[in-house]
């Protein structure tokens, strides 16, 4: 009985060390997947000694494009794992169209012109700290191969085969008489659209100015398909030009859809640096571009500081961010008229297409009405242009063709008279507001047109259809005055566009006058008085410097609307009349 005993125990210790080998086996056999260290001859060829030599790119345009729709995985010399954009969308196969160069007696844009960047959506579901690796252009490497590159490739010649490429021009220095030039940039589509920058060839401390993913890049982009460092922007002092440079991305950068990195990108090395125009267009990654306005070198200065910044903002700390329906603008001088300039501010509703309208139309009818010098001197003579802002604002309601989208427009004019004495006066429909700062004593510049506000139900009532108690919507919305919604204006004769004209403020010199435009992002969160504040306190800050202080204190603001957690868009333009600006007339884009 006890030798049967210990030969079911035996047996039972027997199986139970051939499950644990078992199992061993299978965890050594998953693990480390000892079949990829064999090869498998219907996946893998010998290389023949003669095609070591064999360009890397085939000549044959349909072969490269049959190579390009593998389905491989291409990892970058940071370590980082990036899936072929063939497994994201489908292959391509048209090339691309090349955006032509602009002649330099072109590349000043008109007033208001817009850019209509045509991208795809970004991609979600992308992990933090990764670079996309976007599909290979291989239309792009087949047409460098074709037209060859320079054999001095240190020489920074525009775009196009050898033929057409333009000789490099040396600077009528004659013709310049001052050199300072301000560049601007605005992202138009990608995950940072609205974002925008501006800079001045002068200010070393900020140039060059870095565009990447990580600080401390300059111009911050949130997009993954973006390098750490992607491109870098630099001011040619020998040249008087601002020259782009890719920075040896992974993705590359592209100038007007051309590229602009080096030829071989795994090599991870920097491109030759090209020269930028006014108009032009910056691709980096799939979905992020940017667009390009230089001011020219014989625009006046603005006589004042004038700071502008924006952000999305998101709706919860850590979250998504909200789609920018904001768009910041100013202009100075107008087109001819050197003595008016204007400063603007249009919120959008339901999208953001009524706001970019608005903030176009808008000051060409301000700049067309002032064209008239009637009409110019009676604005300087009788110091007030209430009509000029009332048929801006009527003439571009009128010009626009939103049924379904609308916006608020807040817009200050500023004016010079003969004796230099500035003068600002205000129109606005909707909620964004603007007020100025002089001697201490706030002065309210618009008027808020919600649909709660005593104002707007008073101006119902007198049309005689009054609102009823604890009715604060007129449709679903919140406003009853905006630019716009020409489809819920059929609907209800209480909505309206005609705008709150405010008092002229003669701009006293030496009185600390200062200007603040904003969304209502800043405004739900920040009042006038603490905005006061701010703008003392910021100012205590950095008594002697005057070059940038308006931009500091619209970063401030900024800042402070984002510590309260503002739930909307914010943007704002600080103008301090009590400094001397030394920017030129950048004129930051929608």
Not at 163 to 168: A, G
Not at 343 to 366: N, R, Y
Not at 420 to 447: H, P
Not at 464 to 475: A, H, I, N, Q, S
């Amino acid at each position: 009985m006890a030798m049967l005993q210990s030969i079911v125990v035996f047996t039972l210790l027997l199986l139970m060390l051939i499950l644990i080998i078992i199992i061993i086996i299978i965890i050594i056999v998953f693990a480390f997947k000892p079949w990829r260290f064999f090869s498998y001859p219907s996946r893998c060829r010998a290389i023949k000694v003669g095609e070591l030599e064999r360009p890397l790119v085939s000549n044959d345009v349909d072969l490269a494009q049959d190579q390009s729709n593998d389905l491989t995985r291409n990892y970058d010399l940071e370590g980082e794992c990036h899936l072929n954009a063939a497994l994201l969308r489908p292959p391509r196969t048209e090339g691309l169209v090349h955006k032509q160069r602009l002649s330099s007696a072109s590349r000043r844009l008109a007033l208001g012109d817009s850019v209509v960047g045509d991208v795809s959506d970004p991609l979600d579901g992308i992990l933090v700290g990764q670079t996309l690796k976007r599909r290979v252009v291989t239309e792009h490497l087949v047409e460098l191969q074709k037209h060859g590159r320079p054999e001095n490739q240190s020489q920074n010649l525009r775009f196009g085969t050898e033929n057409d490429r333009p000789q490099e021009s040396v600077p009528n220095t004659d013709a310049i008489s001052d050199q300072r030039s301000c560049l601007s940039l605005q992202v138009v589509s990608g995950p940072s659209c609205g974002l925008h920058c501006s800079v001045l060839s002068t200010s070393t401390a900020r140039l060059p100015l870095t565009l990447g993913r990580v600080p401390p890049s300059y111009l911050l982009l949130k997009d993954y398909e973006v390098s750490g460092k992607h491109a870098m922007i630099t001011w040619n002092l020998n040249k008087l030009r601002w020259e782009l440079v890719d920075m040896g991305s992974l993705n590359g950068t592209l100038l007007n859809s051309r590229p602009i990195n080096h030829p071989d990108p795994g090599s991870r090395l920097w491109g030759d640096p090209v020269e930028l125009a006014s108009g032009d267009t910056i691709t980096v990654g799939t979905t992020s571009n940017i667009y390009v306005h230089i001011s020219s070198h014989n625009e006046r200065l603005v006589p004042f500081g004038v700071g502008m910044t924006s952000d999305p903002m998101s709706l919860r700390r850590g979250g998504k961010k909200l789609p920018m329906e904001d768009v910041c603008y100013y202009h100075w001088p107008l087109p001819g008229i050197y003595q008016f300039g204007v400063f603007g501010i249009c919120d959008g509703h339901g999208g953001v297409v009524a706001a970019k309208s608005a903030s176009k139309i808008l000051p060409e009818m301000v700049a067309t009405i002032l064209a008239d010098s009637v009409k110019r001197e009676r604005v300087v003579s009788e110091q007030d242009a209430s009509d000029v802002l009332r048929d801006a604002f009527s003439q571009t309601e009128a010009s626009m063709n939103n049924y379904y989208e609308g916006c608020t427009a807040t817009l200050l004019l500023v004016w010079a008279d003969a004796d230099e004495n500035f003068f600002a006066q205000c129109a606005n429909v909707g909620d964004s507001a603007c007020f100025i700062n002089m001697d201490g004593k706030q002065i309210k510049m618009t008027e808020d047109h919600k649909v709660t506000s005593c104002s707007e139900r008073l101006r119902i009532e007198g049309i005689g259809e009054p609102l009823k108690d604890g009715e604060t919507r007129l449709c679903g919305l919140n406003l009853a005055r905006m630019l716009g919604d020409k489809f819920v204006k059929q609907q209800d004769s209480r909505f309206s566009s005609e705008p709150y004209i405010s008092q002229v403020v003669h701009l006293k010199k030496s009185s600390g006058a200062f200007a603040l435009l904003a969304s209502d992002g800043l405004w739900d969160v920040v009042s006038f008085k603490k905005a006061v504040q701010l703008v003392v306190q910021t100012r205590e800050r950095h008594p002697t410097e005057t070059e940038n202080l308006a931009e500091k204190i619209a970063e401030v603001m900024l800042d402070e609307a984002r510590t309260q957690r503002t739930k909307d868009n914010t943007s704002i333009i600080f103008i301090d009349f009590d400094s001397i600006s030394t920017v030129s007339s950048c004129k930051v884009r929608p």
